[in-house]
């Protein structure tokens, strides 16, 4: 494989234990990496391996422990950002592959994601692993003065989930109403030069507070921790 350089694959004990009960003996950890492997990673047409990249190295070694897996992480050449790294994760296995397929996941994901048959219970990890992937948290200072003179700022905050796929976005806005009465904006931007529409569904500052807290329900979850952190300076500051 082109860009690549990885060790051979071999089935872990890990991924074993999680496919005893079909499709998946499901768990936080299982729920979060299938949000991962919604956003940043890919299935392979050979029926078996199963890929993950991402530009945080700290993404993979969470990757690597949730499935107890020993392969090699390895540092992924791109030649279109020379300047910015990104790591790859590579392994194979047959049944966890076939898990995947059954719950909605395919190669060439990209444009195709629909829903994905997670447990209600576990729907949080998984979304999780979807923000963790392919969204963001950011925040900016608004400043700006009133009419009488006086000075006001706010710190903002949002939150978005990003994807080449409406039909994915729109199933998880409208589970997040349901379960959080939440409102988010699913709108739809240009990807690349070819007009190809990508979508974000973003929350603004009380959306998101209520968002964030549901998703780091308790320490030590599987997450990456720079965002987490960032949803820990507005969340300790919540009555």
Known sequence: MRGYTHEGSTPSSGISKMIQSPPFNWSPELAYIVGLITTDGSLS?????????????????????????????????????????????????????????????????????KKIKVPKLYFRDFLRGHLDGDGSIFTYIDRYMSYKGKRYRYTRIYTAFN??????????????????????????????????????????????????SWLYYKPNLPCLNRKRKIANRFLTKRP
């Open 163 to 212: 994807s080449a796929s409406y039909e994915n976005l729109r199933w998880i806005k409208d589970i997040l109403k349901k379960e959080l009465n939440t409102n988010g904006a699913l709108n739809s931007w240009l990807k690349n030069k070819k007009c190809v529409p990508a979508w974000t569904l973003r929350f603004a500052k009380n959306d998101s507070l209520k968002l964030l």
């Open 45 to 113: 047409k050979d029926k078996r391996h199963i890929d993950f990249t991402s530009n945080d190295l700290q993404l993979l070694r969470t990757f690597k422990k949730c499935l107890s897996l020993k392969n090699k992480i390895c540092e992924k050449s791109n030649s279109r950002k020379s300047d910015k790294k990104s790591y790859h994760l590579q392994f194979g296995d047959v049944k966890f592959y076939n898990s995947l397929l059954s719950i909605g996941l395919m190669p060439n994901k990209t444009y195709h994601l």
